[in-house]
């Protein structure tokens, strides 16, 4: 039988390597073997063949625990299937809307059913009256084992559906090809050691970072991996490092904004020697912008826990490029490129400086294997080291299109290059540095302004909720473009504390980019507009600030 070298070398590493498969913590660890898992698949795709699945097809699932999203994604490829992870409701879900919008989803990749499971199974019958014919995991489970169908190279594995893929749904389209070749330069880039490195992660897994590269690669590989969900973790931040101390992690990966958490509740909660953090090797920081001050934060939070600052590596990605395009060296650490802030600005050039008014920006590693990139002006011109500029990508990770309700759209222009939508330059030893998304930037008088910028002043003033400050174009594309800013306070309610925030906050923005937002706007906590995964929504929030 001829299989793609994706299911291939999936389903052998099952059979031959001795790691698993670490969830129920923090209630009650279970370990299961990558073989164990793969025995679980055989059974659910008996169960998806008996439901008429096969190659070709989409499935999309809508499940929460590990556990039993890993079978069911190699149980769909086993079938030669496509895996899509629907995004998850929240306890703040309005349910029928997002049933109505999950059904649009499930129309725009063609699937003939859902697979479902706890704790999801209250929204199946609205699912079932949208028309949609549901699975639950548990009942395919019971389903005799079956082999494997054939795959190629270039069969589909991942619908990923992109942030904010509601109202006008969009569709990653990632083969089996490019997780290969995302995977094995993800695994030279990050130097993983299969016989000692242990994975921690609560990423979650209808997001790419957490799907793609900490369940499907390491399920790939066969590297022991120990999972938790978003909600075990945002439960109680400090389970993170509780689960690296415990198993002795040694790689790791999040968001800018759960390492700030991480050292806030460090700082606060935890006594010095409570954990040992000394184990991590490398801690990937993706996903967003990385901000130097917060990388420093943590590792002066985590010093008297044994983290070690080298470990903190940030990193540029998307799921256009299956996840990853560049890794900071391995014991590297935070490396800073500070440049000229006006120059940046105003000759959208990165000019290295160290005196007068500088910028701070994360360098972000060098391309992986497979992977190119340049860096272009508005008109096309490929502009020379240290231009500020779109930054593009082309290689065998990167995806040819989406799936979208009016059909196929092709990602790439006829060389091949992809278009990230980011600003950024490349420095003179090839290091990638993003400055902000082209959609989001402010241009004030000629001078480019970075929402990153404004929101990093706005969270510097006492009462600001960590990570709950955005910065919103107004006018955009006229000569009197501006911006305004929202906050989040737990002292929304009292006029005194608003009028107090909002003064400091235009105070520390004046202080930062030299212009003065048209408004500030204090909000309830949970009101700033963010993607399933924590993104900002800035053009979301634009109502809010009107």
């Not at 793609?212 to 120990?226: H, I, R």
Request: proline share 6%.
């Amino acid at each position: 039988m001829v299989l793609s070298k994706f299911t291939e070398t999936m389903y052998g590493t099952a059979q031959s390597g001795s790691n698993g498969l670490v969830t129920g913590e923090p209630n009650g660890a279970v370990r299961h073997s990558w073989s164990e898992v793969h025995e679980r698949a055989r059974r659910i795709a008996g169960g998806l063949a008996t439901a008429g699945v096969g190659p070709g097809d989409a499935v999309p699932v809508l499940a929460g625990a590990p556990a039993e999203i890993a079978p069911a994604a190699q149980g769909i490829w086993m079938r030669g299937a496509s895996l899509t992870m629907l995004h998850q409701p929240t306890p703040r879900t309005d349910l029928p809307r997002w049933a109505e919008e999950t059904a649009g989803v499930i129309k725009m990749i063609g699937a003939r059913a859902v697979v479902v499971s706890d704790p999801f199974m209250a929204a199946v019958p609205l699912l079932t009256q949208l028309g949609m014919r549901v699975l639950a995991a548990d009942r395919l489970l019971d389903s005799n084992p079956i082999d494997p169908v054939e795959t190629d190279d270039d069969d589909v594995a991942l619908l990923q559906l992109t942030s904010g893929s509601t109202g006008s749904p969009k569709a990653v389209q990632i083969t089996h090809r490019n997780v290969v070749s995302n995977a094995e330069a993800m695994f030279i880039g990050a130097k993983v050691d299969i016989d000692t490195d242990v994975i921690v992660s609560w990423l979650p897994l209808f997001h790419d970072m957490g799907m793609t590269g900490f369940l499907t690669v390491p399920m790939y590989f066969g590297a022991e991996l120990v999972k938790v969900t978003p909600m075990d973790f945002l439960r109680d931040i400090l389970l993170w490092a509780r689960l690296i101390d415990k198993y002795r992690g040694t790689m790791t990966a999040a968001p800018n904004f759960a390492y700030t958490l991480l050292a806030k509740r460090l700082r606060k909660l935890a006594q010095p020697g409570q954990f040992d953090l000394s184990s991590l090797r490398w801690a990937l920081s993706g996903a967003e912008q990385v901000e130097p001050a917060d990388v420093e934060e943590l590792c002066e939070a985590g010093k008297p826990f044994g983290l070690r600052p080298e470990a903190i590596l940030p990193a540029y990605g998307m799921a256009e490029t299956t996840v990853a395009v560049s890794f900071s060296e391995c014991g590297a650490g935070l490396v800073v490129d500070e440049v000229d802030a006006d120059l940046l600005a105003v000759l959208h050039r990165a000019v290295p400086a160290s005196k007068g008014k500088t910028r701070r920006l994360a360098t972000l590693g060098r391309l992986l294997k497979g992977l190119d990139a340049r860096i272009v002006d508005e008109d096309g011109n490929v502009l020379p080291v240290r231009g500020v500029g779109v930054i593009q990508v082309r290689g065998e990770p990167v995806t040819l299109g989406y799936a979208t309700m009016g059909g196929f759209v092709a990602a790439q222009d006829d060389q091949g290059w992809y278009d990230t939508g980011d600003l950024g330059y490349l420095t003179e030893s090839g290091q990638v540095v993003v400055c902000g998304r082209v959609k989001d930037v402010i241009i004030m008088a000629g001078r480019n302004i970075y929402p990153t910028d404004i929101e990093r002043a706005a969270a510097r003033v006492c009462g600001v909720r960590p990570g709950s400050a955005v910065a919103v174009r107004l006018d955009a594309g006229h000569a009197r473009e501006t911006f305004a800013i929202a906050v989040e306070s737990n002292d929304w309610r009292d006029p005194a504390e608003v009028r107090r925030i909002e003064q400091q906050v235009a105070h520390e923005v004046v202080a930062e980019v030299d212009v003065r937002p048209r408004n500030v706007v204090v909000l309830e906590p949970g009101m700033i507009p963010k993607t399933p995964s924590g993104k900002l929504r800035r053009a979301h929030t634009l109502a809010l600030v009107g």
